[in-house]
């Protein structure tokens, strides 16, 4: 939904295709684009699974472009699905892992773990954006970690209605067993810091840290 204002400002009309698992927000944005008075069929919304109404979008000789954020595997094939078109043009955002990166100049370490730790667990990390990687000065490293461990007890699964409350579950037990293979894999390959799964919720996973980790790893 990030990619509509520039999309829109530059006098395109849109068609959004959000993902199957997360459609209702933005429903309801087209909705609050129609109240405002943008004209009817300047912002159209379509739900659906990727390999139906996405390949249908992509596929379509009257779309001149797509932009795209998700998996590199459904990257590839959106650039297939344009070169068997009408060549449009495609904008991707797929896969990656991006850092946050702290040096030892830095004035107010207090505030950059307090930072680092919304960049990361937000909606619970589940953000295209989210600065899943930490790359530390050696010199502070362990003074950070201790203090993002400490910002980490800030954001705890809890009831979704609940004001307090600053992390949901997953979007769906699919992808928290995905996590959890993940956690499972990264305990081999590096130390973990803090242990964020819940046994009698799983797919509720609080904030989950390790260090020293193989860089190959998944």
């Known amino acids: 939904c990030w990619k509509l204002g520039p999309a829109l400002a530059a006098g395109n009309s849109v068609i959004l295709k959000p993902s199957e698992k997360s459609p209702l927000s933005a429903i309801r944005l087209a909705g609050l684009a129609k109240e405002a008075g943008l004209p009817d069929g300047v912002l159209n919304v379509v739900t659906g699974f990727g390999h139906e109404a996405g ?8 779309i001149d472009a797509i932009a795209f954020t998700g998996s590199t595997r459904t990257g590839k094939q959106l650039l297939k699905d344009a070169g068997d078109s009408n060549m449009k043009r495609v904008w991707l955002e797929a896969g990656g892992k991006s850092a946050n990166i702290v040096f030892a100049d830095c004035s107010d370490l207090q505030k950059a773990a307090s930072s680092t730790a919304a960049g990361i667990f937000y909606n619970q990390g589940q953000v295209c954006i989210a600065g899943t ?4 000065e050696e010199s502070i490293a362990d003074e950070f970690l201790a203090l993002l461990k400490q910002q980490a007890q800030n ?3 809890g009831h979704p209605l609940d004001p307090a409350t600053t992390m949901g579950t997953l979007i769906d037990c699919a992808h928290a067993d995905s996590v959890h293979s993940f956690i499972r894999e990264g305990e081999s390959k590096g130390q973990l810091l803090l242990d964020g799964r ?12 390790f260090v020293d980790v193989d860089p190959n790893a998944s």
Do not use: K, M, V, Y
């Open 155 to 157: 954001w705890q699964p």
């Open 55 to 62: 390949q249908a979008l992509s596929r379509h000789n009257d």
């Open 198 to 209: 819940n046994a009698e919720l799983a797919a509720a996973i609080g904030p989950t840290i």
């Open 133 to 136: 990687r930490l790359l530390l």
